[in-house]
């Protein structure tokens, strides 16, 4: 961040950037995540959205000495008022901006223009330079062709970067702050600075409208663009104007979409970056299958394949498969013994292996070159992510009876991929549990995933790709870590734990998600002597709940099928079936759904 002696800093589209220039000023866009808000968490309100509050912890920190404010709402109506009570800066100035554009908005607007340019005249000494407004105006060049767009709520660098990084096309910034379009306007030939100011204030107001105007039809160009490949829309915690704009787009936009919320700061990085490699994959897969421009495509890219898989199983309540593999199966239950299959690396034929590296178990699977899976593994990850994979990987291979020289590619999935040195490529959880998914169950179209630190949706379409996938915050709230507590506060075991709360006689309601509440609540229940299976059925709904709300945001329907470890909780399931109305199909190869996807996509690089 710059901090010359011309530098003003400014957070809004709205900012009369080219007069600032024309004052001989540095305009330098206020956008920077921070990691936390030690002081503006002390001046500010807790519920000031974390970009009000990087502003307020930028300026009172004395990072910023010139500043420039455009108060399009109350939480920078509330910044303005605390660094000015701060008295950190050299230089304030707050713009009120008119949410429309009648005649006498922008006549407020000009009059507000003509009083900045005095008041910066006099703080700086510089004079109105007229051509250096006019050339301010040159136009920004905007490669043609398909392009990723972001729409909504501010942005921060470090997350736009993120984007630019994993997009398999070109990404463009067109949220509320970056997508500012004065660049093809021509001031017009005057020397009357008056009327300068009345044409620019035009000028400003005309701009594609952010969602605080009260005129936003505007705005439907930014979705309407032939060339639009995909939308990824951001909205700020506590910034509401731009989730209402989300809820009426996502039933009709024709291309993939993205919904991403942050609270402008870098601690949740992790998690949306396995979002925005995920949202990549689909784009990837849409256009592999012909798609290109502003349309969905017509036909999945796994048509037609995997017609050697196995059926569905459904495991009931009481814990036991009602179901049979309608074909072969090559490969044993995680954790047992394969050596009967030892010697199978016959000349020429290929094998992959698939590693999904989760917070709590690491997962391997090994495939043949038919797409039959040979033999699985799944171990604690541990402490590193890197050592459980190449342990898993080794182990998996001798009870296959190969050589690390067989296997013609290793995926890694999962949360500890980029730590995995032995695999060949990268592809997301949600992509590999879609995959996998579809390789167990083809008729599925509802994954729902409860893993150890996150839970997922997947909504698939009839080839097994990612139709639309939503996952939960960075709280644990309804994940396997939440239900790890839980156990360890009522003193069972995970496996214990997953055997009560179906013969209950009590309908208890947990009413806390909150880890740490919900722990309070239980040892509550506990002093209360309360039955055990009577509390785990409390938990078990409160669980069930929040992963309907997950499938209801992801336009879940049938056929749902649940993976992950957490799909051995017979009480889980049927907490869960009774809040979606509907089977939950159940592979005894659930846990291994990542890894499986993990070496199909091995096996199609």
């Given at each position: 961040?710059?901090?010359?002696?011309?530098?003003?800093?400014?957070?809004?589209?709205?900012?009369?950037?080219?007069?600032?220039?024309?004052?001989?000023?540095?305009?330098?866009?206020?956008?920077?995540?921070?990691?936390?808000?030690?002081?503006?968490?002390?001046?500010?309100?807790?519920?000031?959205?974390?970009?009000?509050?990087?502003?307020?912890?930028?300026?009172?920190?004395?990072?910023?000495?010139?500043?420039?404010?455009?108060?399009?709402?109350?939480?920078?109506?509330?910044?303005?008022?605390i660094i000015r009570d701060a008295g950190?800066?050299?230089?304030?100035?707050?713009?009120?901006?008119?949410?429309?554009?009648?005649?006498?908005?922008?006549?407020?607007?000009?009059?507000?223009?003509?009083?900045?340019?005095?008041?910066?005249?006099?703080?700086?000494?510089?004079?109105?330079?007229?051509?250096?407004?006019?050339?301010?105006?040159?136009?920004?060049?905007?490669?043609?062709?398909?392009?990723?767009?972001?729409?909504?709520?501010?942005?921060?660098?470090?997350?736009?970067?993120?984007?630019?990084?994993?997009?398999?096309?070109?990404?463009?910034?067109?949220?509320?702050?970056?997508?500012?379009?004065?660049?093809?306007?021509?001031?017009?030939?005057?020397?009357?600075?008056?009327?300068?100011?009345?044409?620019?204030?035009?000028?400003?107001?005309?701009?594609?409208?952010?969602?605080?105007?009260?005129?936003?039809?505007?705005?439907?160009?930014?979705?309407?663009?032939?060339?639009?490949?995909?939308?990824?829309?951001?909205?700020?915690?506590?910034?509401?104007?731009?989730?209402?704009?989300?809820?009426?787009?996502?039933?009709?936009?024709?291309?993939?979409?993205?919904?991403?919320?942050?609270?402008?700061?870098?601690?949740?990085?992790?998690?949306?970056?396995?979002?925005?490699?995920?949202?990549?994959?689909?784009?990837?897969?849409?256009?592999?299958?012909?798609?290109?421009?502003?349309?969905?495509?017509?036909?999945?890219?796994?048509?037609?394949?995997?017609?050697?898989?196995?059926?569905?199983?459904?495991?009931?309540?009481?814990?036991?498969?009602?179901?049979?593999?309608?074909?072969?199966?090559?490969?044993?239950?995680?954790?047992?013994?394969?050596?009967?299959?030892?010697?199978?690396?016959?000349?020429?034929?290929?094998?992959?292996?698939?590693?999904?590296?989760?917070?709590?178990?690491?997962?391997?699977?090994?495939?043949?070159?038919?797409?039959?899976?040979?033999?699985?593994?799944?171990?604690?990850?541990?402490?590193?992510?890197?050592?459980?994979?190449?342990?898993?990987l080794t182990q998996a291979l001798a009870?296959?009876?190969?050589?690390?020289?067989?296997?013609?590619?290793?995926?890694?999935?999962?949360?500890?991929?980029?730590?995995?040195?032995?695999?060949?490529?990268?592809?997301?959880?949600?992509?590999?549990?879609?995959?996998?998914?579809?390789?167990?169950?083809?008729?599925?179209?509802?994954?729902?995933?409860?893993?150890?630190?996150?839970?997922?949706?997947?909504?698939?379409?009839?080839?097994?790709?990612?139709?639309?996938?939503?996952?939960?915050?960075?709280?644990?709230?309804?994940?396997?870590?939440?239900?790890?507590?839980?156990?360890?506060?009522?003193?069972?075991?995970?496996?214990?734990?997953?055997?009560?709360?179906?013969?209950?006689?009590?309908?208890?309601?947990?009413?806390?998600?909150?880890?740490?509440?919900?722990?309070?609540?239980?040892?509550?229940?506990?002093?209360?002597?309360?039955?055990?299976?009577?509390?785990?059925?409390?938990?078990?709904?409160?669980?069930?709940?929040?992963?309907?709300?997950?499938?209801?945001?992801?336009?879940?329907?049938?056929?749902?099928?649940?993976?992950?470890?957490?799909?051995?909780?017979?009480?889980?399931?049927?907490?869960?079936?009774?809040?979606?109305?509907?089977?939950?199909?159940?592979?005894?190869?659930?846990?291994?759904?990542?890894?499986?996807?993990?070496?199909?996509?091995?096996?199609?690089?």
């Amino acid at each position: 961040m710059q901090n010359s002696k011309n530098t003003i800093h400014y957070e809004c589209k709205y900012t009369p950037v080219e007069l600032i220039q024309a004052l001989g000023g540095q305009p330098e866009l206020m956008n920077s995540m921070g990691e936390s808000f030690p002081k503006a968490d002390i001046l500010g309100s807790p519920n000031l959205c974390g970009f009000g509050k990087t502003v307020i912890e930028t300026a009172v920190s004395g990072k910023v000495k010139d500043l420039f404010l455009v108060n399009c709402c109350d939480t920078i109506t509330s910044a303005g008022d605390i660094i000015r009570d701060a008295g950190t800066t050299n230089f304030l100035y707050t713009m009120d901006l008119p949410h429309c554009q009648s005649a006498c908005s922008r006549e407020l607007l000009t009059a507000r223009l003509e009083d900045f340019a005095a008041r910066y005249s006099q703080h700086t000494g510089a004079v109105f330079d007229g051509k250096k407004f006019r050339q301010a105006f040159a136009p920004a060049e905007v490669p043609g062709g398909p392009y990723i767009a972001v729409i909504g709520a501010r942005m921060g660098d470090q997350l736009f970067d993120m984007v630019k990084e994993v997009m398999p096309l070109p990404a463009r910034n067109l949220t509320c702050v970056s997508g500012r379009d004065l660049g093809h306007s021509v001031p017009p030939e005057t020397q009357d600075f008056h009327q300068l100011m009345d044409w620019y204030a035009g000028q400003l107001l005309a701009q594609t409208p952010c969602m605080r105007m009260e005129d936003i039809t505007g705005r439907k160009k930014l979705f309407n663009d032939p060339d639009l490949a995909g939308i990824i829309y951001h909205t700020i915690k506590f910034c509401d104007f731009y989730s209402f704009e989300y809820s009426r787009i996502k039933d009709e936009a024709g291309v993939p979409l993205l919904k991403l919320e942050s609270d402008f700061t870098l601690q949740s990085s992790g998690q949306v970056l396995t979002r925005l490699e995920a949202f990549g994959e689909t784009i990837r897969s849409f256009r592999k299958a012909g798609s290109s421009g502003n349309q969905q495509p017509k036909t999945g890219i796994n048509s037609g394949k995997n017609s050697e898989i196995h059926e569905p199983l459904y495991e009931g309540p009481d814990g036991e498969f009602d179901g049979d593999f309608a074909g072969e199966y090559s490969g044993e239950p995680a954790g047992e013994s394969a050596g009967q299959y030892a010697g199978r690396n016959k000349e020429g034929t290929r094998y992959y292996a698939g590693i999904d590296s989760g917070s709590t178990s690491t997962d391997v699977v090994i495939m043949d070159q038919s797409g039959k899976i040979i033999t699985s593994v799944i171990l604690p990850t541990g402490a590193g992510a890197e050592n459980s994979a190449a342990r898993g990987l080794t182990q998996a291979l001798a009870q296959a009876g190969l050589e690390q020289s067989h296997l013609a590619g290793v995926t890694a999935t999962g949360y500890g991929r980029g730590s995995i040195n032995v695999g060949d490529s990268q592809v997301t959880e949600i992509s590999c549990h879609a995959r996998g998914a579809h390789y167990l169950f083809p008729e599925v179209r509802t994954v729902i995933d409860i893993g150890g630190q996150d839970s997922k949706v997947i909504c698939l379409d009839a080839g097994g790709n990612v139709k639309n996938f939503v996952m939960n915050d960075k709280c644990a709230a309804g994940t396997g870590r939440f239900l790890d507590n839980m156990a360890r506060t009522l003193e069972m075991t995970l496996d214990q734990m997953s055997k009560k709360g179906i013969n209950y006689k009590e309908d208890i309601t947990i009413s806390s998600m909150c880890t740490v509440f919900a722990e309070s609540e239980v040892v509550s229940l506990i002093a209360k002597n309360k039955s055990p299976d009577d509390i785990v059925h409390g938990l078990n709904k409160a669980v069930a709940s929040k992963t309907g709300t997950l499938v209801a945001r992801a336009g879940g329907t049938e056929k749902y099928m649940m993976t992950g470890g957490v799909s051995r909780n017979a009480g889980l399931v049927r907490a869960l079936e009774k809040e979606l109305g509907a089977k939950l199909f159940i592979s005894p190869y659930a846990q291994l759904c990542g890894a499986i996807g993990a070496a199909l996509f091995a096996m199609e690089e």
